[in-house]
């Protein structure tokens, strides 16, 4: 019978291969796990620094910082225009609303900003109360607030506003709305009731089959024939109404989505329950819906705060009119004056559609409580 050895001691822990820790380790992993993907990271990291440093050169090094006018602006090979930005920037900010006035605006927008944030933190305490005084106290607040006429306000018509002022106003009255309508229309369009899902369908076909700028074009021309006598909203509110109701066509199917995806068995456990109909809506099944379609929801708030800039077409001078407006002042009319103009712009869109999605991130990452224990 052939001897063994038996170990009386535990053999000594050796460290990790150099080649399984540490940042080198995790970047062979992630960028070069393979010949074919090391090939294709290295092509796109040059693509990037590429791309990076064409934008830094432009923007910074080559840029003119200090000009009086376009003439600096307009010298062969000159970058960025930012004193074109510095000239524009607060009629981006306000529109053509009036200078003296301004203080209205920014009340306006220092207590928009208080009031979502207490609505965004979830340790912020007495949402009840926030979402009360934003989604019915702070837009009636605004409304007097910006156009005036009463308690010894001077006037503003809605012509005056402008930049990011329109922009904010039509994004967020959108989207605000798009949310109640969609569940509604969702809703009814899954009823059991023949004619309330058939005019529930045909609105959100008829609505999601056309483009946005035809239903901005019909709202600013056909939206008097269904008004009284005598009553023709301005543009603005006209924009505002059209935009709404195309959102909520689609936010309807991204929330009918979510009603699909919830099991029967929990329509029939709230049923067995006792529960009305409305109650098993807003207790059991809704809470769930929207939780499953955060993505979907987001997506849509994303993609409609970006298309407010199609109210120029009707005639809006919102954020994107309000710089394309700034392009016809022979003083900064130079070569890079729009290529600037139009940098910021997307930069500015940039950092509102990232704040959503990094927002919609971080509440899937709370919500996703279905799998702890």
Sequence with gaps: MASGFVRTKDAPLLPPPSTAVGWQAALRQRLLPTPLSGVASVLLAILGIWVFWTIFDWAILRAVWVAPDRE??????????WPFIGDKLMQWIYGFYPQEERWRVNIVYAVGAILLAGLLIPRVPGKSWNALLFFLVYPVVTFYLLIGGSFGLSFVETSAWGGLLVTLIIAVTAIVVSVPL??????????????????????IETVRGVPLVLVLFMAANMFPLFMPPGINPDKLRKAVV????????????????????IPKGQYEAAQALGLPYWKMMGLIVMPQA????IPGIVNNFIGLFKDTSLVTVVGIFDLLGIVQAGFN?????????????????????????FGMSRYSMFMERRLNTGHKR
Excluded: H
Aim: net charge positive.
């Design 72 to 81: 600096l602006c307009n010298v062969e090979g000159a970058g960025a225009c």
């Design 182 to 203: 969609g569940i509604l229309l969702a809703l009814g369009r899954r009823s059991e009731m023949p004619v309330v899902s058939l005019l529930c369908t045909i609105f």
């Design 242 to 261: 059209g935009v709404a109701l195309f959102a909520s066509a689609y936010m309807a199917e991204v929330i009918r989505g979510g009603l699909q995806a």
């Design 290 to 293: 929207l939780k499953i379609v």
């Design 329 to 353: 002042d022979p003083k900064w009319a130079s070569a890079q004056t729009g290529n600037t103009g139009y940098f910021v712009l997307a930069v500015v869109y940039w950092v509102f559609c």
